[in-house]
T-cell receptor, first 115, second 114 residues
């Protein structure tokens, strides 16, 4: 069965320092993986996606994630946090069932950025 | 230009009432979805329609009835509202056959049942 585990429910960093949001996945086949971001009282926005092409995926706003099959991980990173990065981040895996795809969301990681 | 829009943004109602949430997308997608986000921010799919045909129906009470008049619209009607229905409901859309499975989300509708 497909699932994702986000290892931290809250991450707090100082502005200008690196960001690491951890995600492990479980999949019975080669997965498609995503990171979505949700700013307060907003909808979800796609940050980046992995679909079996390059294992290092670059997204918007300076974020990137690396697909590591041996570790079943898809951690999200950013070299330098900005105040505007404060939001909820969701790691997502696709489940292919009955000819259709469903998104399976992780529980989310709340990122706080301090001055 | 709003890609995926939902109305209303906020909905406060009493237990036992019936309410509807509307969703429209102008992206030309053929598949639309409803998700429920609970108070702990956990997101779970409820329904999905492809070209007006129901393709995903998770274990959702039958008080919830989606309706898709055309492939650009997917409305959610909820009968006999209960306290536990309080949540944020998100509509999303995508191309089913794009191969990338990327979904675009609306801004959400915060439903509060008192």
């Amino acid at each position: 069965a497909q699932s994702v585990t986000q290892l931290d429910s809250h991450v707090s960093v100082s502005e200008g320092t690196p960001v690491l949001l951890r995600c492990n996945y479980s999949s019975s086949y080669s997965p498609s993986l995503f990171w979505y971001v949700q700013h307060p009282n907003k909808g979800l926005q796609l940050l980046l996606k992995y679909t079996s092409a390059a294992t290092l995926v670059k997204g918007i706003n300076g974020f990137e994630a690396e697909f590591k099959k041996s570790e079943t991980s898809f951690h999200l990173t950013k070299p330098s946090a900005h105040m505007s990065d404060a939001a909820e981040y969701f790691c997502v895996v696709t489940l292919f069932s009955g000819g259709y795809n469903k998104l399976i969301f992780g529980a989310g990681t709340r990122l706080a950025v301090h001055p | 230009d709003t890609a995926v829009s939902q109305t209303p943004k906020y909905l406060v109602t009493q237990m036992g009432n019936d309410k509807s949430i509307k969703c429209e997308q102008n992206l030309g997608h053929d598949t639309m979805y409803w998700y429920k986000q609970d108070s702990k921010k956990f997101l779970k799919i409820m329904f999905s329609y492809n070209n007006k045909e129901l393709i995903i129906n998770e274990t959702v009470p039958n008080r919830f009835s989606p309706k898709s008049p055309d492939k650009a619209h997917l409305n959610l009607h909820i009968n006999s509202l209960e306290l536990g229905d309080s949540a944020v409901y998100f509509c999303a859309s995508s191309y089913r056959t794009s191969g990338l499975w990327e979904q675009y989300f609306g801004p959400g509708t915060r439903l509060t049942v008192t």
